[in-house]
């Protein structure tokens, strides 16, 4: 802060207040009577300096200033994983022929400057502008066209984009070839001058009148390596374990410093600003945290990740992806547009291609986790909407079986032959890109309308959209809970709840059989409302996990007449009543269940309806681009139809007065973060069985499938584990119908829980599971997830090698059963007459804590040693009735101070930062 004037070495406000004074002064002198009111003499001689004034306040700290600094090379493997590196570049001087670039270096967390760095990944690149229909789009001067002189470091003359050499050395330990120089101010700011001559590539000629990049690459947090400054060095860090020099160490939290700039001709360029005068970044159609939606880090790398990236943690920013997959890269299969498009496209390739680096591996092996038309989930950059420009590269690298050298034959573009992007736009502008790119999938045409023989009555016979997917014209269906109670008398329980339209309280149609049959015009369907509870099981008072519930069509009981759409009477367990509306609200209580005085957790919803055949969803049927066609008398009794539009909503729940819900365990909005909306693509459920904590409702402890666990635990553990995680048996549930989760490719860390679990719910450190003074640990009262039960097909067989021919009328087993045995039945409860069924003794089960863990770690050891310690997997009930799980002695939350990082605590084994 300065704190006196450069000219008289006084604070300036000292002495505007000796100038009011001296005016005070003159006016006094002037009020004197007696003489006349002469002129104003001239002005005195300055008086003598006054007294400094007391030190103002200290200003603000400027953008730049640390909180002292952190030698690099005192920092060890705990503050390699644990801290995450921040920093900027400050300039860039690109007037010679070797960039000079400034920059700083912090602690992200305590904004403390890096010093001792010595390695760094330089790269730099120009923008070529858009021209004639073209996007603009990154040339790299480090790459084809930079002759060896050049680069005198690097080994060869460079062929695909790359990052500045290091310095190279002679078997005598004397330089061989000068790379990169590092200028260490030792505050956390550094100078590097590039080793390469980048004004000297012959096919990337340097233009000062374009948009410039640099971006610097900052890893080596420990111990780094000695570039440039021993003879004989290797350019990279020390391995911190061990002590030695590593040509590749996964630092989890490094940072890409980016910087966008037009050259001087003398002197550091300017930045690029945006028109509020903001710092700004070019071409910024993606963003690295869309990708990381899916991708958690997409930096993370081998070993400690599962290479996302390929590039060992060194990339850390799409602004970095883009300066090496150009156009130059593999010829242009590697350029970021090309590359991205086919390989999140995977599947639905028409064509078959390998990835670009591969003699093996082809881009239709990946499953994208939603509807690829969702181009906004990745466009997320400061350029708004730029999926809507078209190109032969970015359209054809989707639609990769169309040439476009080719005009209206098969496999041709149908709007005849083009070279060039000049006349794309005049067909398909923003308009018809954004109408054509909607994510509504259409009708299956495996369900049980289109196919009444052998059909599928559980999947979607509408167009479906995906997740804030609303077609012109389409309404926005929405619900809402008010409250949800239990008859103390009756024990009937009953859900207060409404509809909306576009934000509006919906008032259904009053029924006839003759008239109005259904809720609202324009659609067909509804939802169901929906009841869980716990009751007492295996000896257990009041389980922690639902394994019973009731639910009703709204439908249904709306017509009134105690019967379904089809006109069978209702089951006993679905006979209720609705009344209201009551400010918008109606209130369904079904009058046929009976919840016990003794249950817990009763919890009610709205939404989940998905079967065709008497619980056909929602479904908007008045759209022209959507068209409904009703079923023929001799299809499904003329009840529901192909086509119209379903916008699933999502389903909501409340849980009763006077109770206490179950434990919350995952995040919803974790599951859309990479697969958009659940259920729509993949889809199960028809999308209408959307909300990741009610999805146990059904599948709960006691639900069952081919000697598998339908348990909500283990399944989705089971098949996020498919083609990259721990899994040694393929989870084939559901392989009848086509799904092959042991080819699931994860696309984020495995070992991050927390990609899909709330925080301190995987690993029993919150307090549901520790437990308070006042509040018991529900641990105790876990079920055990049932596995096996009733009679396997003795036809069953197994998936080994996941290449065998499973058809529809298939019996696929899991590989912990026996073909033809009985297991008994499992454990149930009748919500109408509260009869309780036992589960059989002889049922195969695995206890709590192995259930969820056996769905990832299935291997003989890995089941060797949770039995060895208490628990059960694919046990007969009986034997694991006799124990009790042991896991938490070692593995529980208490032994996080006394094993610190050796031991397994849950969350420790599971580390990934």
């Known amino acids: 802060m300065k704190l006196f004037d450069d000219t008289m070495n006084r604070p300036p406000t000292h002495w505007t207040k000796l100038a009011a004074a001296g005016l005070l002064v003159a006016a006094a002198l002037a009020g004197c009577g007696g003489g006349s009111d002469g002129a104003v003499g001239p002005a ?10 007391a030190t103002g306040p200290t200003g603000p700290a400027g953008a730049d200033k640390t909180t002292g600094t952190v030698d690099a090379a005192q920092l060890g493997f705990a503050d390699l994983t644990n801290k995450a590196l921040a920093g900027k570049v400050l300039s860039v001087d690109t007037s010679g022929n070797q960039p000079v670039v400034n920059f700083q270096v912090v602690m992200k967390d305590t904004n403390e400057g890096v010093r001792g760095l010595r390695t760094f990944a330089l790269h730099i690149a120009q923008q070529k502008p858009a021209v004639d229909g073209s996007a603009s789009y990154w040339l790299n001067y480090l790459a084809d066209g930079l002759p060896l002189t050049a680069d005198p470091a690097a080994a060869a003359a460079k062929v695909n984009p790359s990052a500045d050499s290091v310095t190279s050395f002679n078997a005598d330990g004397t330089v061989k070839g000068q790379g990169y120089a590092v200028t260490d101010n030792g505050d956390g700011t550094y100078a590097v001058k590039f080793g390469a001559n980048i ?11 374009l948009t410039h990049r640099v971006v610097v690459g900052v890893r080596s947090v420990a111990v780094p390596g000695v570039v440039g400054k021993t003879a004989g060095a290797y350019a990279g860090p020390l391995n911190p374990l061990t002590g030695a020099v590593i040509a590749q160490f996964t630092n989890t939290n490094g940072t890409n410093l980016a910087y966008d700039f037009k050259p001087a001709a003398t002197g550091v360029g300017a930045v690029l600003k945006d028109s509020a005068g903001n710092a700004t970044f070019a071409r910024d159609n993606v963003t690295v945290a869309a990708c990381n939606q899916c991708h958690m880090k997409l ?27 150009t156009p130059q890269n593999t010829a242009g299969k590697g350029d970021f547009t090309t590359f991205i498009h086919k390989l999140h496209m995977g599947e639905e390739l028409k064509k078959t291609e390998l990835l670009f680096w591969s003699t093996t591996l082809n881009y239709n092996e990946v499953k994208y986790p939603q509807d690829v038309r969702n181009c906004a989930q990745c466009h997320k950059g400061s ?12 359209c054809g690298s989707c639609h990769n079986a169309v040439d476009f050298s080719l005009g209206n034959v098969a496999g041709g573009h149908i709007g005849g032959a083009k070279a060039d992007d000049k006349t794309c736009a005049l067909c398909h502008d923003a308009a018809d890109i954004g109408l054509n ?112 519930s009731a639910s009703t069509y709204i439908k249904n009981i709306w017509r009134g007449d105690g019967k379904d759409v089809k006109g069978a009477a209702l089951a006993a367990a679905a006979v209720g009543t609705i009344t209201g509306p009551v400010a918008g609200y109606y209130t369904i209580t079904l009058t046929g269940v009976n919840v016990p005085a003794t249950a817990k957790m009763l919890t009610g919803g709205v939404g989940y309806t998905y079967g065709l055949a008497t619980t056909l969803p929602l479904t908007q049927i008045n759209l022209a681009k959507y068209p409904y066609t009703a079923n023929a008398a001799t299809v499904n009794s003329g009840v529901g139809g192909v086509g119209g539009l379903s916008v699933p909503a999502p389903n909501v729940w409340k849980v009763a007065t006077g109770f206490t819900g179950r434990r919350l365990i995952t995040d919803t909005a974790k599951c859309n973060a990479c697969h958009g909306a659940l259920g729509v693509k993949p889809t199960f459920h028809a999308g209408q069985r959307n909300d990741a904590q009610t999805c146990t409702f059904c599948h709960n402890v006691n639900r069952t499938n081919s000697g598998w666990p339908v348990n909500i635990n283990y399944d989705v553990h089971a098949i996020h584990n498919g083609k990259s995680g721990q899994r040694t048996n393929k989870f084939s549930w559901e392989a009848t119908a086509g799904a092959k989760f042991w080819e699931v490719g994860y696309p984020g860390q495995l070992k991050n829980c927390e990609g899909c679990h709330i925080a301190g719910m995987y690993d029993f450190s919150n307090t549901a599971y520790v437990g308070t003074a006042t509040v018991p640990s529900v641990v105790p009262n876990l079920l055990m997830t049932t596995a096996a039960s009733g009679t396997i097909n003795a036809a069953g067989f197994q998936i080994i090698t996941g290449l065998e021919t499973v058809l529809s009328t298939s019996s696929v087993i899991s590989p912990f059963v026996t073909p033809g045995t009985a297991y008994g039945v499992t454990f149930s409860f009748n919500a109408n007459t509260g009869v309780t069924v036992p589960a059989a003794d002889t049922t195969l089960v695995l206890s709590p804590i192995s259930a969820a863990c056996s769905g990832c770690h299935d291997s003989k050891i890995a089941r060797a ?37 050796t031991v397994p605590t849950i969350k420790l084994v599971h580390r990934w930062w």
Do not use: W
């Open 437 to 548: 790119h909607v994510a509504v999938i259409a009708p299956d045409p495996a369900n049980v309308f289109s196919t009444p023989v052998g059909g599928n009555n559980n999947t979607n016979a509408s167009y479906l959209a995906a997740v804030g997917v609303v077609p012109s014209g389409a309404a926005k269906i929405t619900y809402a809970i008010s409250s949800v109670t239990r008859n103390a008398t009756t024990g009937n329980p009953s859900i207060v709840f409404k509809l909306m339209k576009d934000g509006a309280d919906v008032v259904f149609n009053t029924y006839s059989a003759t008239g109005k049959t259904e809720l609202i015009d324009g659609f067909v369907g509804s939802p169901s409302v929906y009841f869980a509870f716990s009751v007492a099981q295996d000896g257990i008072a009041a389980p922690a996990d639902y394994n019973a």
């Open 383 to 394: 350029v708004v909407n730029s999926q809507l420009t078209p190109t032969l590269k970015a």
């Open 199 to 209: 004004k000297a590539n012959t096919k990337v000629v340097y233009d000062a009148s």
């Open 865 to 901: 040693h949770m039995k060895s310690n208490g628990g059960s997997v694919f046990d007969p009930r009986t034997e694991a009735m006799a124990k009790t799980e042991q896991c938490l002695v070692c593995h529980g939350p208490a032994n996080n101070a006394v094993f610190n990082d």
């Open 44 to 53: 005195g001689p300055a008086g003598p300096a006054g007294a400094a004034g």
């Open 299 to 325: 930096e993370y790398g081998f070993p400690r990740g599962n290479n996302t990236s390929g590039h060992f943690g060194s990339r850390t920013d799409t602004k970095t992806c883009v300066m090496c997959h």
